[in-house]
């Protein structure tokens, strides 16, 4: 019964935020293909029965209110946005990300966290002002750093 509410649960959330060609997997992580958008829609954090898992585009959770990447992906294969947010740390953040990284305009502290590799790296107006050789001791970026 359980596993029939979670899934429901996850379902309507899904719905909510008009997010269609999905897997919701065994583990209960959900597989997106195509681009996933939640920006601009008042979130503080993503419920605790959402985590998504790959995403085969991009990923929108930027102008927003977050304060934690909780139940976000582990892979994008596309850009990642989580930009004017309230994010003080990158945990969470994707490991993978075969596109962009933007998590300028939060409230950083450390870019612990931050995704293993990307092509381009968007870090400023943060808390903390960052430079390139902070983002290169996190993350392997294969064009350019903004900071």
Known sequence: MK???KK???KSWLKKYEIT???????YT??????VSLSDCDLTEF???????????????????LT???GC????????????NKLTTLEESPREIIGNFYCNNNKLTSLEGAPELVINFYCSYNNTKFTMSDVNKVCKVIDNIYV
């Open 47 to 65: 419920p605790s029965y959402i985590q998504f898992g790959t995403v085969k585009g991009d990923f929108y959770c930027g102008f927003n209110k």
């Open 8 to 10: 429901w649960l996850i």
């Open 3 to 5: 596993t029939l509410i």
């Open 73 to 84: 992906p582990k892979k994008v294969e596309g850009s990642f946005i989580c930009a004017y």
């Open 68 to 70: 934690s990447l909780r």
């Open 21 to 27: 060609n999905y897997t919701i997997n065994d583990d």
């Open 30 to 35: 959900i597989d997106v293909y195509g681009d």
